[in-house]
Nanobody, 125 residues
């Protein structure tokens, strides 16, 4: 089992900043990738930003230049720095992790995905 605990959401005015954090814990040997997804009211969940074990990042076009994802591998934690927030950024932000667990001495492994409980970000005009 993998648990993800998010923090950092809240209410902010347009143009403001917030920083989200997500810490992973549980039974895994490595984390392949971590990321943030957003679900706005009445819309499907969409990828916002993700980072792999090598540090490569990917962003949704709507947040490029405003959001920065980073990762503290030693703490199994991912951060999302959100600047110049807009009302359309409002939504529930979910942390996602793809983890790997070695299951025998031959090196066989099992990949598991986990989701956080979500943290609400509200950007007022």
């Amino acid at each position: 089992q993998v648990q993800l605990v998010e923090s950092g959401g809240g209410l902010v005015q347009a143009g403001g900043s917030l920083r989200l954090s997500c810490a992973a814990s549980g039974r895994f040997d490595s984390i392949n990738a971590m990321g943030w997804f957003r679900q706005a009211p009445g819309k499907q969940r969409e990828m916002v930003a993700r980072i792999n074990s090598g540090g490569s990042t990917d962003y949704a076009d709507s947040v490029k230049g405003r959001f920065t994802i980073s990762r503290a591998n030693a703490e199994n934690t991912v951060y999302l720095q959100m600047n110049s927030l807009k009302p359309e950024d409002t939504g529930v932000f979910y942390c996602h992790a793809s983890t790997r667990r070695i299951i025998n001495v031959e090196g066989a492994y099992r990949d598991l995905e986990a989701w956080g409980q979500g943290t609400l970000v509200t950007v007022s005009p």
